[in-house]
């Protein structure tokens, strides 16, 4: 599966012979085998199988294998742990999943109240089918019966499958390999590998197209029959998950607070259970939409779709951010289909009539004077009454919705005013006039103002009717004040703020009192900071840490360092990385200290991002035995040099999975990089020290990092330690 004519950057010369790969990753990396999605949100997926040894008899069907009977009439006794070891599992992760078997289970516990657990709940289930067991026939029916799809299953090909699975589409994996006379080889660690990566195909393509079909006979030939609600889920099981999944809310809340996306992208690919999934991917889609991150927000939506298509909150979200990318007519078009599809809903009533607010703004927004302006708005009013027409149908629905009523109440004023303005004739609207419209308003958003979450919301509705209606300046801009007082205030909401008090101010409306709001919002966003991108150039690196002795097979050998340590060198002057440039990476001896010692030496912003606690971290991936390097000593001035240390459990806690915070940091890192430069891979570039073996380290090892950064279109090297001679 390696590509490997791999041509180098520029011809070989000099003292020291390099042997330095060059390439696009797509090229080393089988392209079915990597998540498509930039957000890498790993499906749990529950595998059914035959635990242990197993006797499998050796019996020609259509399926079987020509050869099955060459050797003895004597069943094989197949070791199918093995199988789930060294095939179905690394498969798996390598599809972008991370999958669970019941005997993976630690905690004490009911055994088969788990066992349903997770076959209701899991995103998908597994199914070995290779031999006639009962437990695994048992616990597929089981899940054929309360969910429509997210069963996948697989055979080894030893004998036919029963009747009543026969139809169903079943993927194929070479048993051969797995059994009991095959040398277990330097060639047969290579057919392994190689059936990995088909298995992670299959399996990744099947995921894909999972929504897309019933996949359970009993949904397919059942008519009119509804899949279990898994929302009320009342075990010992859900309880557990339910205060992980309380921990991780909070987590993602304070990394908004915070500022930091990448947090909220890294926590987004960890969600706890299938049993919380959408709905903590919309709290997440939510926090970066405060937060502006309007592309990555894009990417979690599409996350929940994928696996739910039909979910209606995620629609509206969604329409609501692609309005906000600048796709108006994208976005009209999907909430018009929303609107007719639920005709009593207020969200996306309320959504469309933004994207009708801003078509209208657009049309005049771009002329230089304010008579033109004026002129043009009243000309182009069209957009704004559909926006009145949806904000107040929305209004309608909802006497809560405050957000909806203020923006009639501004949109009606300012229209008034500009047919005044421009001595023209008002505007027909389906409202008329405001009535007793302010009051409703004002009443529904006094109401938020004890609730934390609408506080912020509230203050500035309650500023916004007093300015749209010319009742009290002072009143205006002491409900402002207190808008941006309160502590859970972020960017994105005195951007939009500011945004609708603009709306007054380029239009010339109530001028005197709008000013000095508009001037206290500026303020405020100035004092909290854009979070958007800061640097023009991100760089990052990964890599093997120089080799333990007692490692058999060198990947990073203790006198190559200083030869690694000049490649380092050499791509980051051909690259010109300097100051104002910022450098990430993970901090262990080896490849990260070399790149951060020369990146700093370069005058560099260098950050630290660190998987384990401080004292943890330099056991596990700093010290090396006999002082060889001085590696904890550089470290240390790395900490006191570099710009910032962060630390995986402090900012994002402890990974679903222990075992796999390495993997997650190699996330953490990425998303830092997204967020802090350019979002399709513009301005990212990547240095590897990898011996170029693509399953050698597993999951969270260099392999697994470069398999990610794939997806970035970053501009990429690889130093091979392994190739570098005297």
């Not at 906000?324 to 996306?348: C, F, I």
């Not at 020369?598 to 330099?618: Q, S, T």
């Not at 940091?665 to 967020?675: D, I, S």
Request: net charge negative; with cysteine.
């Amino acid at each position: 599966m390696l590509a490997r004519s791999l041509v180098p950057q520029q011809p070989i010369s000099g003292a020291v012979r390099r042997n330095i790969c060059v390439f696009k990753l797509h090229e080393f990396y089988d392209a079915g085998a990597m998540a498509k999605e930039t957000v890498s949100v790993r499906r749990r997926v529950f595998v059914v199988m035959p635990f242990g040894k197993k006797e499998v008899p050796r019996k020609v069907g259509n399926e079987a294998q020509p050869d099955a009977l060459s050797a003895s009439e004597k069943p094989l006794k197949i070791d199918f742990d093995e199988i789930y070891a060294k095939l179905l599992a690394p498969a798996l992760e390598k599809a972008g999943c991370q999958p669970f078997r019941a005997d993976q289970e630690e905690a004490a516990g009911d055994i088969r109240r788990d066992m349903f657990f997770e076959l209701v709940t899991g995103d998908i289930v597994l199914a070995d089918i290779s031999i006639l067991n009962a437990n695994v026939f048992y616990e597929l029916g089981v899940r054929h019966g309360v969910a429509p799809r997210g069963v996948l299953c697989v055979h080894a090909g030893w004998s036919d499958r029963p009747f009543d699975v026969a139809p169903d589409r079943t993927f194929r994996y070479d048993g051969k390999l797995f059994e009991p006379d095959r040398q277990r080889d330097e060639v047969w660690e290579k057919g392994r590998l190689a059936e990995v990566d088909t298995l992670a195909n299959t399996l990744a393509a099947g995921i894909d197209k999972d929504v897309q079909t019933i996949g359970s006979p009993v949904y397919s030939l059942v008519d009119g029959l509804r899949p279990a609600d898994i929302s009320g889920v009342r075990t010992q099981r859900a309880t557990y998950f339910n205060n992980i999944a309380d921990d991780w809310t909070q987590r993602v809340a304070v990394a908004r607070k915070n500022g930091c996306p990448e947090d909220i992208l890294t926590l987004a690919g960890d969600v706890p259970t299938p049993l919380h999934r959408r709905k903590l991917l919309r709290e997440c889609a939510k926090a970066l939409v405060e937060l502006g991150r309007f592309v990555q927000a894009e990417e979690i939506l599409n996350e929940v779709l994928s696996l739910e298509p039909e979910d209606f909150d995620a629609r509206c979200q969604l329409a609501l951010v692609i309005n906000r990318l600048g796709q108006r007519a994208k976005a009209e078009e999907a909430l018009v289909r929303l609107a007719k599809e639920r005709p009593g809903d207020s969200e996306a009533q309320g959504i469309l009539g933004r994207v009708y607010k801003d078509i209208w703004r657009s049309t005049w927004s771009a002329k230089e004077s304010e008579a033109e302006r004026q002129l043009e708005g009243i000309r182009n009013a069209a957009p704004a009454v559909l926006a009145i027409k949806s904000y107040n149908f929305a209004l309608r629905q909802n006497l809560a919705s405050f957000y909806n009523g203020v923006n009639v109440v501004s949109l009606l004023s300012l229209l008034n005013h500009l047919a005044d303005a421009t001595k023209r004739r008002r505007v027909a609207t389906p409202v008329g006039d405001l009535g007793d419209l302010p009051v409703i308003v004002r009443f529904a958003a006094s109401s938020k103002l004890e609730d934390p979450s609408e506080v912020v919301w509230a203050n500035s509705t309650l500023g916004e009717v007093s300015l749209a209606t010319g009742k009290d300046a002072e009143e205006a801009l002491a409900f402002y004040e207190a808008a941006i007082a309160d502590p859970s205030l972020t960017y994105f909401n005195v951007k939009s703020m500011l945004e609708q008090v603009e709306l007054f101010t380029q239009l010339g409306f109530q001028r005197a009192p709008a000013d000095p709001i508009r001037e206290l919002l500026m303020q405020s966003c100035e004092k909290l900071g854009h979070p958007r991108s800061q640097f023009p150039r991100v760089f990052v690196a990964s890599g093997h840490m120089i080799d333990h002795p007692d490692r058999p097979q060198p990947r990073f050998p203790r006198n190559k360092e200083n030869l690694v340590r000049a490649e380092i060198a050499r791509y980051l002057d051909t690259w010109k990385i300097s100051k104002g440039d910022l450098a990430l990476c993970g901090g262990a001896r080896g490849a990260d200290i070399l790149f951060a010692e020369e990146c700093l030496a370069r005058g560099a912003l260098v950050r630290l991002l660190l998987a384990l606690p401080e004292p943890e971290f330099i056991k596990e991936s700093v010290v090396l035995p006999q002082g060889d390097g001085n590696w904890v000593e550089r470290f240390r001035v790395l900490l006191e040099k570099c710009d910032s240390v962060a630390y995986q459990d402090e900012r994002l806690g402890d990974p679903p999975n222990r075992e796999e915070v390495f993997a997650r940091n190699n996330m953490w890192t990425l998303n830092t990089a997204r967020v802090q430069g350019g979002q399709t891979g513009r301005g990212l570039y990547a240095l590897l020290v990898w011996d170029e073996n693509p399953a050698g380290d597993g999951i969270g090892g260099t392999s697994d990092f470069a398999r990610r950064v794939a997806q970035l279109g970053a501009d990429y090297r690889i130093i091979n330690p392994t190739k570098i001679n005297l």
